[in-house]
């Protein structure tokens, strides 16, 4: 049988899931961690000037390639990166938070060390994470790799950041060498099937549907299946301001960004006309709505979650979102659908020369190139980039509808994609 360090194994684990960088600073409970997870040769390391920093260049990183870690000491380290770390928690962001902690022993016995609060008590800091965290474990040697496993396939479940403390004398223990992919849970066959039938029942008495993508489409890996769905469809198509990247705007299909009342006048009255609402990863909150002037009907509508669906509300557990989305294109293929979008008069004001968001973004949008990305934060830039204005074509934008510091996070937002680049827009608060 062969055996590896725990150190090797999280590495090993983390480059299955995409992980080909590690973010953070070094310390010096974290040190031999570090020197064993680099010396396996599946990731890079990039080094911050602190550790808040590092942990919004993770969550740039992740919301790009699905999966990031960044390593920090105990203690004064992962406390000064927990504001990142919450912040992904907000927005479902699967990023790893790698902790390297004093030896088992010194835990055991109270001692009072360095980076700790003098009292003994070394499990502060790993209770702190766990009120921002989807899953954590403060490894042991008896345990780890399955411990390693549960979290991992945890942060990938529920696209949630997680924890993972490893003592020092963990770090070099052995464990056996993984033997199987990372197990990852499967569909609900039952919950699937009442899905179909309630969804069919739904759509089989429609005439019109709209679809509204949220965060979660591009967070989940499902632009292509969303793109499916909607080509299936072939109905109005339109984006939280949160999920800008999500949808092509070329596509013939997309009505524009909605906002409740204060978002493009296509995209609302192709939402307010519409039969059925089909919320695809939507996250309701306060920003993206128009401070809740949303269209809030239950009734009429089918929305899509992570794991579960609710459709004409009543709440199915079970479904998972790609699963659902590609249901859904079965169904809207064969259903009696209005195709057409609804016409209005052409919207957005032209650039003049003050310089106020029109103006600004018109002069921007000419300087980006192809496959060029815009990063922005709730602020000036958020509402008006993603409110009124349309992403130029092959570009990407990214942006945070709750909370997350978009500065930091467009540091790294793909180390492997160098060619397009990438540009921040950090507006007032």
């Keep these: 049988m ?20 590690l973010f953070g600073v070094p310390g010096d409970f974290s040190l031999t961690l570090l020197d064993h997870m680099l010396a396996e040769g599946r990731q890079e390391w990039v080094g911050s000037p602190n550790e808040l920093g590092a942990g919004y260049a993770a969550d740039g990183y992740a919301r790009t390639r699905g999966m990031a870690a960044m390593v920090t000491t105990f203690g004064v380290g992962e406390l000064s990166a927990i504001d990142a770390v919450a912040g992904a928690y907000a927005e479902n ?51 780890a790799a ?38 990852l849970t499967a569909a609900d066959e039952r919950a699937v099937g009442r899905f179909r039938s309630a969804a069919a029942d739904l759509l089989g008495g429609a005439r019109s549907a709209v679809l509204v993508a949220g965060h979660l489409v591009e967070r989940s ?16 198509v339109v984006t939280l301001v949160s999920a800008r990247g999500a949808v092509d705007p070329d596509s013939p299909h997309f009505a524009g960004v909605y906002c409740g009342t204060i978002g493009a006048k296509r995209a609302i009255l192709a939402v307010d006309t519409a039969d059925v609402v089909i919320e695809a990863g939507t996250l309701m909150a306060d920003a993206v709505t128009g401070m ?16 579960r669906a609710t459709v004409a509300g009543a709440r199915i557990d079970g479904v998972p979102f790609a699963t659902a989305l590609d249901v859904l294109t079965e169904l ?32 921007l949008e000419s300087w980006f190139p192809h496959g060029h990305r815009l990063v922005t934060d709730i602020g000036t830039t ?3 980039r993603g409110r009124d204005h349309a992403a130029g ?7 945070a509808g709750v909370v997350v510091d978009r500065l930091r996070a467009a540091r790294h937002p793909g180390l492997r994609r160098r060619r397009p680049g990438t540009t921040t827009g950090a507006g007032d608060r």
Excluded: C, N
Aim: hydrophobic share 45%; proline share 8%; charged share 20%.
């Design 93 to 143: 962001v699967p990023l790893v938070q790698i902790t390297g902690a004093p030896p088992t022993t010194s835990a055991a016995a109270g001692r009072l060390l360095h980076h700790t609060l003098g009292d003994g008590d070394f499990g502060r800091f790993a209770r702190a994470y766990a009120e921002v965290t989807a899953a954590g474990a403060v490894l042991t040697a008896r345990d």
């Design 382 to 384: 958020f509402w008006g």
């Design 292 to 307: 809740f002037s949303h269209r809030d009907d239950p009734a009429h509508t089918i929305h899509l979650g992570l794991h």
């Design 2 to 21: 062969q055996t590896v360090t725990v150190a090797q194994y999280l590495a090993r684990r983390l480059g299955e899931l995409g992980v080909e960088h």
């Design 332 to 363: 809207v293929d064969g259903a009696a659908l209005r195709r057409d979008l609804p016409d209005t008069a052409p919207e957005g004001p032209e650039a003049g020369p003050e310089l106020d968001q029109a103006t600004l973004w018109a002069h």
């Design 393 to 399: 074509r092959h570009r990407r934008r990214r942006a």
């Design 146 to 183: 399955a411990r390693i496993d549960d979290v991992l396939a945890t942060a990938v479940r529920e696209l949630r950041p997680v924890y993972l403390a490893v003592p020092v004398d963990v770090a070099t223990a052995l464990v056996p060498a993984a033997a199987a992919p990372l197990p």
């Design 221 to 236: 890996g499902a632009v292509d299946r969303f793109a499916r769905l909607v080509d299936a469809a072939a109905s109005p």
